[in-house]
């Protein structure tokens, strides 16, 4: 099929449509996993054994290390769901709807895992499991997004009106994430500000920091490494009926 | 390293219950996500596997 050689051309967009993609996005997945796996090691190992405790917090300072690269996650996959989102739009292309898709499960658990450690550190720290503040509110109004996005997508039987649904939903939910990344600046609240600006003495700030930065990777690489499995049986499900999800199948087997 | 032994290290200066707690719920959903991941993978094969072999029976 010389014809459709040439439609699929060179370069990135190449990788624009799920049969090519396939493949390229299962071999990077083992690198994403051991990546994830080993920078998470190393970021337990630095945050709970090594980093001091806090002066002020005591060891509950600790749940900072899975907390923080969580909530990160949790805004950051949103708007790489909502960036797919537009461009399945825009250029009604499958494959970005289809990383939109794979995206939303692991951000709504990354955004429970926020919510969950912040009350389990908000209980010790603020003598309150959960309070109705800027950013609490606006963090939990993200899951509700995610588990909104989802459940529009699953709804719909049509895949592709389906897309399109829940992509203009991931697009007007957008604003929320700079709500609750400025939040804690732009209204009075009980959650205290970046972490990262923290005045202790050097040498325990830098373990700390060490700490969470390599949680924050690990959290990446495992989110990649799992959007590309999901992403993987999205596109399989969608085309089992297509020749190379048999000749898949027929050489897994 | 912060710790002189195991049993200071799990009391975590009395915060224990929510450190593990936290750490217990992360390890669980990052887990069952991978797995889950696995497994949709494997009944998807399976299926489809199965679909195939039942095509070609009919064909022949």
Redesign the interface.
Known sequence: MPAAAARRGAGFFRYASPQQFFPLAGRMMPFFSVAAALLAIAGSVVG??????DFQQ???Y??IF??VP?AWMSMFLYLVMAFWSAVGLVFNTRLSSMMATALA??GA?FT??AL??GA??G??TWGAWWVWDARLTSELLLLFLYIGFMALQSAIDDPRRADRAGALLALVGVVNVPVIYFSVQWWNTLHQGSSISMTKAPSMAATMLLGMLLMALAAWA?SIA?AL??V??IM??RE?HADW??QY??K?? | MNWNDVNTFLAMGGYGLYVWGSVLMTVLLLATEALSLRMRRVNFLRRVARRLRLARKEGK
Do not use: N, S
């Open positions: 709970f054994l090594v980093a001091p405790t005591g060891d509950a600790r749940i899975l907390h969580a499960p692991t658990m429970f895992i969950w450690t389990l550190w209980k010790p495992y799992v499995a999901r993987r049986c399989l499900e089992k999800v048999r199948v027929e897994q087997a």
